[in-house]
């Protein structure tokens, strides 16, 4: 069975939540480690005070048992705390009395930047709060969650997966500048991925490449609008005698310039990824909008909001980097049972020779 994924939750609704199909049986999760990504994901330098009301705890309503897998669908949990400002606001049934809380009111004034707009118009919403809630970076907790479910199956057969932000200094100084001038900045995370063998991905198929499945992964998260594999764009700029790795006896490259990835399939070296964020959209300082009840000129929905959330995106992208090679592994190897799964990887990395 293939690995799945799907996800449901608002902003501010009462949870997040994520079904993982597709998993071995006998696979042990941990649920502190799985509680210290969650927690990673809310710190960083610029967070909001919203990452202090949330406390994020992963709750598993099925498939696991005394801590491991039973092979059968895994529903994962994330309580949103907020919800409980917002439970008229964000009430999935038509809520009785008179209105409290936050949510009350109707969101006619879009912010550039966000699904605001265009959520809007897709989907024929008069208030733009039914396409915030679920356009909101709020949602990646869960895929936080699953993406540590991900990294415990990848360490089963030696592939261990890290996330960073590029230059963490710079970010902390343009941080400072930018919230002295109520403003947002973005950055750059990489991901590295260590011990994948060779032979994940396809060329067979466009859809199959491994890098264009990890470039899909990161452009699909928030804010991100940017991606590169291995030197990427720097790439351009060099002649095909500087830009490949050259292949040595033992099989391995002299370098790794590609990324650890080459005609869409891993080559065996360190998989390393980019993704560029863009700055943050909901300010403090609100651009120029249209009041969408009036028709008239107004400024954007102001909201609480990150001054940066580029460390944050470090963690998500991990996680969606890890989600995408648990996923590869699983094509590759198969097994409705750890140990087949296992046995696959050691049978297969055995017949290429691979260290």
């Given at each position: ?104 009111k ?28 679920r ?9 936080v969650?699953?993406?540590?479910v ?29 919230r ?79 990324g ?68 590869a ?27």
């Open positions: 069975m293939s690995l799945r994924l799907a996800s449901a939750g608002e902003s501010h609704g009462p949870a997040l939540v994520a079904i993982v199909s597709g998993l071995p049986a006998g696979l042990a999760l941990d649920r502190d480690a799985i509680d210290a990504d969650l927690k990673r994901r809310q710190q960083g330098y610029g967070r909001s005070p919203r990452q202090q009301i949330e406390q994020d705890r992963v709750e598993v309503l099925a498939g696991l048992r005394h801590g491991r897998t039973l092979g059968t669908p895994l529903a994962l949990v994330v309580r949103n705390v907020d919800h409980k400002n917002w439970t008229w606001g964000m009430s999935p049934w038509p809520p009785d009395g008179e209105p409290h809380g936050k949510g009350t109707p969101v006619t004034l879009p912010r550039p930047g966000h699904a605001d707009l265009a959520g809007a118009q897709k989907f024929g919403h008069d208030d733009v709060r039914n396409a915030l809630e356009a909101s970076a709020r949602h990646t907790a869960v895929h969650a699953a993406g540590a991900a990294k415990a199956l990848l360490s089963a057969i030696g592939i261990a997966v890290a996330g960073s932000v590029v230059d963490e200094d710079a970010l902390r100084a343009q941080v400072d500048e930018a002295t001038e109520r403003d947002t900045v973005g950055g750059i995370v990489e991901v590295r991925a260590a011990g994948v063998p060779p032979g994940f991905g396809s060329y067979a198929a466009k859809e199959d490449r491994l890098d264009a499945r990890l470039a899909f992964a990161l452009m699909g998260i928030q804010a991100v609008k940017g991606v590169e594999i291995g030197d990427g764009f720097a790439l351009a700029a060099l002649r095909g005698s500087q830009a490949h790795d050259e292949i040595g006896a033992d099989r391995k490259r002299t370098s790794n310039r590609a650890g990835i080459e005609a869409g399939v891993s080559n065996g070296e360190e998989i390393i990824v980019r993704a560029g964020m863009k700055p943050l959209p909901t300010l403090m300082k609100p651009l120029a909008s249209v009041d969408l009840a009036t028709g008239e000129a107004a400024t954007a929905l102001v909201e609480r909001s990150d001054v940066a959330a580029v460390e944050a995106l470090a963690v998500v992208a991990e996680a969606a980097v890890a989600w995408e090679l648990a996923v592994a699983k094509e590759k190897f198969g097994g409705d049972a750890l140990g087949d799964f296992v046995a696959a990887h050691a049978a297969y990395t055995a017949r290429i020779q691979w260290r």
